[in-house]
């Protein structure tokens, strides 16, 4: 739920990557902040366990600029990719403006991917939302590796609906703006409709 | 879209600081701040200057979301407050109707129990203006936006 302040001025708007467990959102966000000028990024949150796996979520508070004259901050979240954190992912997802799946390329993990893609649309119904009238993109990571399947195959299970969709290299960066600018602006799309 | 944003218009905005403000000297308190539930900071007071308070207001909010899950667990609606003691600061976390936080930060110069009560009247005040604010919010929705053309929003991601 985005929050509009008129009195300062700035739009804030909610994207939450989601994906299975080590398929790279928290990379994604890593490289943004890295990419970033100082003055458009606030200090990225990660609340990890001590093998730097996602507990709760990572958090990057990021501003895109000024449209007519009100600034457009969004925050990014990643959720625990690992399966038996779904109480926090639910969490996590409450007041969602946008969504990036994040799928992992290697072979061996499409049946993870599938299962985190049916978590993600389990839980958004919970939410009361529904994946196919969000903002959404699909990111297909880690692309340079050998093991990665082919692009079409992973079109046809991963994004049956043909929303906007990414190839990926998040570790050097490749792909990570296109996402994140993608559902960015779908986001500011659907605040204009009014809903 | 199950939900719409949260507007915050200028003189609402005002009322909100005010009462933060007042807060902030009854309590004899360090800090103030109102976050909205899903991590938006929506007014501050007091000594804010060194804090980051885009990061206090999300986890502010990730911790509410996970007490309110605890809550859930047990069989209880929420938990309303929580209170953290530090060695020099602490935390007083409640919450005000159910989609805005209020947190107190405050050390020696006050106490537990003055934060309880000036917060719980606070409270009350709050929640009348938040009521207005919700109100506002589902009469005019975000469409205010819809002079936002397509151009602009390709101009705020033109320049890669």
Redesign the interface.
């Known amino acids: 739920?985005?929050?509009?302040?008129?009195?300062?001025r700035e739009?804030?708007c909610?994207i939450v990557y989601y994906g299975p467990g080590l398929c790279g959102k928290t990379t994604n966000l890593q490289y943004i902040y890295a990419k970033t000028n100082p003055e458009a990024k606030?200090?990225m949150?990660s609340?990890e366990t001590e093998t730097e796996r996602t507990l709760?979520?990572d958090?990057l508070?990021l501003s895109?600029?000024?449209?007519?004259g009100f600034k457009?901050r969004f925050?990014l979240y990643t959720v625990p990719g690992q399966v038996f954190y779904d109480?926090?992912r639910?969490?996590?997802l409450?007041?969602v403006d946008g969504v990036v799946f994040v799928a992992d390329s290697q072979a061996e993990r499409m049946d993870a991917n599938l299962e985190s893609l049916e978590n993600l649309r389990t839980n958004l119904k919970e939410?009361?939302?529904d994946l196919d009238?969000?903002p959404y993109v699909v990111q297909y990571n880690k692309r340079d590796l050998p093991n990665a399947v082919d692009l079409d195959y992973l079109k046809q299970y991963i994004n049956p609906t043909t929303v906007p969709d990414f190839e990926a290299v998040a570790t050097t960066g490749v792909g990570v703006?296109d996402t994140l600018?993608a559902v960015?602006?779908q986001v500011?799309?659907?605040?204009?409709?009014?809903? | 879209m199950s939900s719409t944003p949260m507007v915050l218009f200028e003189e609402e905005f005002k009322q909100i600081t005010a009462i933060c403000d007042q807060l902030h000297r009854d309590a004899a308190a360090k800090a103030v701040f109102l976050v909205d539930k899903n991590g938006q900071l929506l007014a501050n007071s007091g000594e804010t200057g060194d804090l980051d308070t885009t990061s206090l207001a999300s986890l502010t909010a990730g911790n509410i979301a996970a007490t309110g899950g605890l809550a859930q667990l047990l069989g209880e609606k929420e938990f309303a407050i929580q209170f953290h003691e530090g060695e020099k600061d602490n935390i007083h976390i409640s919450l005000v109707g159910q989609r805005v936080i209020l947190v107190i930060i405050f050390d020696e110069r006050s106490s537990l129990g003055l934060v309880r009560l000036r917060v719980r009247k606070a409270c009350l005040e709050l929640a009348t203006i938040f009521e207005v604010i919700h109100q506002k919010a589902s009469e005019t929705g975000s469409t205010v936006f819809s002079e936002i053309t397509d151009d602009d929003i390709d101009n705020l991601f033109g320049d890669g």
Do not use: C, D, V
């Open positions: 739920m985005s929050f509009i302040n008129y009195s300062s739009i804030n909610k606030g200090k949150i609340l709760f979520f958090f508070p895109l600029g000024e449209i007519r457009t925050h109480a926090s639910k969490l996590i409450k007041g939410q009361g939302y009238a969000l703006f600018k960015a602006k500011l799309i659907e605040l204009k409709r009014g809903r």
